[in-house]
C-alpha cells in the first residue's frame, strides 16, 4: 500500500531554512502528483508546493521564491527546500501523493487520497 513519511520539520528563526523529505513506497514513484501542504493551528490544509509527472511546478503565491518542490526518483524522495522562513509559516507539513487527475488542481487537498503523518515546522520571529 502507499505510504509516505515526512521529515525534516523543527523550530528555527525567521529568516532561516529548512529541509522537509517526503519518502514514499508501495508505488512507482514518480508517476504519480505530489504535493506539500501546510496546516497551521485553528486552519484549513492549505496547498504550498506541488509536482507532476513532467516535473511542473506550482506553487502558491506566499511562498513563491521561498521555497522549492523537487523529487529524487532514485530515492523514493520528494524534497521542499523552505528558505527565508516567516512566522506565518508556522504548522503542521503534510506530503500527499495520488494519480494525476484531468484538469488537476495541484494545491487542491481534494486531489489527494494518500497523506504521510506530517512534520512540525515552526518559525519564531
Known amino acids: 500500500q502507499v505510504q509516505l513519511v515526512e521529515s525534516g520539520g523543527g523550530s528555527v528563526q525567521s529568516g532561516g531554512s529548512l529541509r522537509l523529505s517526503c519518502t514514499a513506497s508501495g508505488y512507482t514513484f514518480g508517476h504519480y502528483c505530489m504535493g506539500w501542504f501546510q496546516q497551521a493551528p485553528g486552519k484549513q490544509r492549505e496547498g504550498v508546493a506541488a509536482?507532476?509527472?513532467?516535473?511542473?511546478?506550482t506553487y502558491a503565491d506566499s511562498v513563491k521564491g521561498r521555497f522549492t518542490i523537487s523529487q529524487d526518483n532514485g530515492k523514493n524522495t520528494l524534497y521542499l527546500q523552505m528558505n527565508s522562513l516567516k512566522p506565518e509559516d508556522t504548522g503542521m507539513y503534510y506530503c500527499?501523493?495520488?494519480?494525476?487527475?484531468?484538469?488537476?488542481?495541484?494545491?487542491?487537498?481534494?486531489?489527494?487520497?494518500?497523506w504521510g503523518q506530517g512534520t512540525q515546522v515552526t518559525v519564531s520571529s
Open positions: 509536482i507532476d509527472t513532467d516535473g511542473t511546478t
Open positions: 500527499a501523493t495520488d494519480q494525476c487527475a484531468t484538469n488537476l488542481e495541484p494545491l487542491w487537498s481534494g486531489e489527494y487520497n494518500y
